[in-house]
């Protein structure tokens, strides 16, 4: 037996758990189609706390996912795969076109965020890599991506937010360019949002 075949195996067990346990649907369907939004409205919330180490992280995080989605973006044109839906009779819960399956943007999208929270603040990472397995589940329950398809996106995601991280850690200048961009937008937003005096206190230690 092939790898393509214990692939869709996988996502045979997994796709009719929609027609055995057919109460979760909605709530699957949700974290397939709207959970990602959760991710972009935390990045918004981490940033205008105002605190430099989140901004960094935000900043790590948005350069991490722009990287990720490019490669990701690569191995779909060079190996290219269709749609469960497209290839196989499944049970398919939510509308998408049929482009390419592999990786899950999806699954590059949460868990670069994830991972680069996770990197700065451990205890809300633990809970936003928990959301991003959720969605990652989502999309082979909701009949839209093979279980290869989220792996390669979780990992393509974690390791670009990992070698992000690690770059601004070693390179003198990846940060001083870094804190370029964070002082220059502070500057602007300084003169249309005044900066309280607790929040101006607060440490720029990195955790």
Same mark, same amino acid.
Request: proline share 0%; no cysteine.
């Given at each position: 037996m092939d790898f393509s075949q214990v692939d869709y195996q996988w996502f045979q067990t997994i796709?009719?758990?929609?027609? @055995? =346990?057919a109460v979760l649907n909605p709530i699957m369907r949700f974290f397939a189609s709207y959970a990602e939004y959760v991710f972009y409205l935390g990045i918004v919330l981490y940033w205008f706390t105002r605190q430099e180490v989140k901004r960094r992280m935000v900043g790590e995080a948005i350069i991490a996912a722009c990287a990720a989605f490019a490669f990701g973006g690569l191995l779909s044109h060079f190996f290219y795969r269709d749609r469960p839906f497209v290839a196989h009779q =499944? =049970?398919?819960?939510i509308a998408h076109p049929a482009n390419a399956s592999f990786p899950s943007d999806h699954a590059i999208g949460a868990f670069v965020i994830a991972t680069s929270i996770w990197i700065y603040r451990r205890k809300d990472g633990k809970i936003w890599l928990a959301l991003a397995a959720c969605i990652a589940?989502?999309?082979i329950w909701t009949g839209v991506h093979y279980p290869s398809d989220v792996l390669a996106g979780a990992l393509i995601g974690s @390791?670009?937010? #990992?070698? #992000?991280?690690q770059l601004f850690k070693r390179s003198t200048l990846a940060q001083k360019v870094m804190m370029t961009v964070i002082q220059g937008y502070e500057t602007v937003e300084s003169k249309i949002w005044r900066r309280n005096r607790a929040t101006s206190s607060v440490s720029k230690k990195s955790v």
């Open positions: 796709n009719q758990l929609g027609d @055995t =346990i =499944i =049970i398919q819960l589940f989502s999309r @390791t670009a937010a #990992v070698l #992000v991280h």
